[in-house]
């Protein structure tokens, strides 16, 4: 009776070990999305995509002139001022559109509501890609 007993709990040690080895391995698996070049590598606590900021450094995107709509509501813009505002978007790699939204945040500098809509598709694109 106590080998059978013996028996069962070194199944159960056996089968446990197995998944745990399957658990570690598959979570280890190429789930097949591409990193991109610009990768941290820090993917669950990566800022680079995020509209949060851990700081209130300012980085600008080459876009001081912006500084002009300081206070702004983003429905007074002009139609000279929404392109000029464009323009800058326009030149945005992917990657620093979120960047650029916390900067303009925390100038207090709001967008055009469908340029504010066009950036917050590509951070949620991106982030769904990462």
């Known amino acids: 009776m106590l080998w059978l007993l013996l028996i069962a709990v070194a ?4 089968v446990g070990g197995v998944a745990y080895v399957v658990s570690r391995r598959s979570s ?4 097949g999305r591409e990193v991109p070049s610009d990768c941290c590598g ?7 995509d995020s509209l949060l900021s851990k700081t209130n450094q300012i ?3 080459d876009d001081e002139e912006l500084d002009t709509f300081v206070g702004k509501s983003s429905l007074d813009y002009t139609e000279s001022e929404y392109r000029q505002i464009e323009e ?3 030149t945005l790699r992917e990657s620093d559109v979120a960047g650029w939204l916390r900067s303009l945040q925390l100038r207090n500098i709001e967008l055009p509501e469908d340029l504010k809509e ?3 598709l590509i ?7 990462l």
């Open 11 to 14: 199944v159960l040690v056996v």
């Open 28 to 31: 280890d698996v190429d789930d």
């Open 42 to 48: 820090a993917h669950e606590v990566c800022e680079r």
């Open 59 to 61: 980085v600008y995107f």
């Open 88 to 90: 800058v978007f326009l």
């Open 118 to 120: 066009q950036a917050l």
């Open 123 to 129: 951070v949620r694109e991106r982030r769904h890609l």
